[in-house]
């Protein structure tokens, strides 16, 4: 069966609402699909004892502040979910869910969506499909040799089935110092990084990122020098749970093993250390596999953006994958600007 929409979005987390919100407000025809049977995108698969880098003000999509979460400073991601769920039902944002957006191809004037529900005729696409479904581990040597449990971030909920264990966790981001820090006495832990962990300083949280990204975006629209944006800043904020392990000793990073051996891992001076399991918190790929038949993707594995729009095809829009689609796009606060970029564009296309 065949749908015919103006325009597609597919993804229905907080940038696929973000693109819906701006849609509707300029009267745009659209529907958005989206592969989970549930409202919330990546935030219902985090690890149990997550909690948001920004207070809840700072982590609004646009129209709608996230109310706080009593007793929380920094809100859970229960509470983000309920807070995506309550936007898309506020704004009656038309979500059609348990949709698998397979492929995109061109079709004359049109695209053509192809999902396992039947295909939908449109006029423009926006690609909000995260980062979430593809993990990414790097090909480091011995990983098929190894005996012990290997997991990634996505995989990850809770100290208590690794206690007593020996644990390296990989990562010196975000997910690496906190997963790092939940299981902080509960495992026997070893935290490695390709380079000495960077905290941003203790009194800022991710307010200052969205600060930085702002002045990058501001700069970059004025033709002034990139600023560096968020990346100028560190990496680890340093949430009170990371404080309190760094602070108690149990962040001491240590640099990148050289390989895993059946039982564990060697380190750089050849001395081997014993191993019950390894998380491997490195890291994202864009989910843009539906849009291979395009022929879009550069060396990268980008696809080339002006902004959000795809240079080689005007009619795709690529929303919250990070700084190549928008100074902190990938960030609650951050998506709606480039929404309404990408919203405007797609009007004066279809007008
Ligand atoms: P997602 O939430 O991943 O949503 C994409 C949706 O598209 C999903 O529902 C997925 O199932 C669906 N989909 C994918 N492919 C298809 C397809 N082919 N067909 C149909 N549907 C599809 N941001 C902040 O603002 N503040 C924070 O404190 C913060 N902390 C973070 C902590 C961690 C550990 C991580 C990993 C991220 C954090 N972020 C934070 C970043 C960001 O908010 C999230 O990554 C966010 O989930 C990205 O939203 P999204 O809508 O782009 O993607």
Known sequence: MTHRTDVVVIGGGQSGLAAGYHLRRLGIEHVILDAQTAPGGAWQHTWDSLHLFSPAPYSSLPGRLMPPQPGQLYPDADHVVAYLADYEKRYELPVQRGVWAESVHRDGEYLRVQTDCGSWQTRAVVSATGTWTRPFI???????????????????????????????????????????????????????????????????????????????????????????????????????????????????????????????????????????????????????????????????????????????????????????????????????????????QIHDLLT
């Open 138 to 344: 790097p090909a480091v040597p011995g990983r098929r040799e190894f005996t012990g449990r290997q997991l990634h971030t996505v995989q990850y909920r809770a100290p208590g089935e690794f206690a007593g264990q020996r644990v390296i966790v990989v990562g010196g981001g975000n997910s690496g110092a906190q997963i790092a820090a939940d299981l902080a006495g509960t495992a026997e832990l070893t935290w490695v990084t390709q380079r000495p962990p960077r905290y941003l300083a203790d009194d800022i949280d991710g307010r200052a990122l969205f600060d930085a990204a702002t002045a990058r975006r501001r700069a970059l629209d004025s033709g002034r020098t990139d600023t560096g944006g968020v990346a100028s800043l560190g990496d680890i904020v340093a949430v009170p749970p990371v404080r309190a392990a760094r602070d108690a000793g149990f962040l001491m990073a240590k640099p990148m093993f050289t390989r895993l051996i059946a039982t564990g891992i060697q380190w750089a001076d050849g001395t081997r250390a014993e191993v019950d399991a390894v998380i491997w918190c490195t890291g994202f790929r864009p989910a843009l596999a539906p849009f291979s038949a395009l022929r879009l993707r550069g060396a990268r594995g980008h696809i080339a953006t002006e902004g959000t729009r795809a240079i080689d095809e005007p009619r795709l829009h690529l929303l919250g994958y990070g700084d190549w689609t928008g100074p902190a796009s990938a960030t609650l606060i951050g998506v709606g600007r480039p929404a309404r970029d990408a919203a405007l």
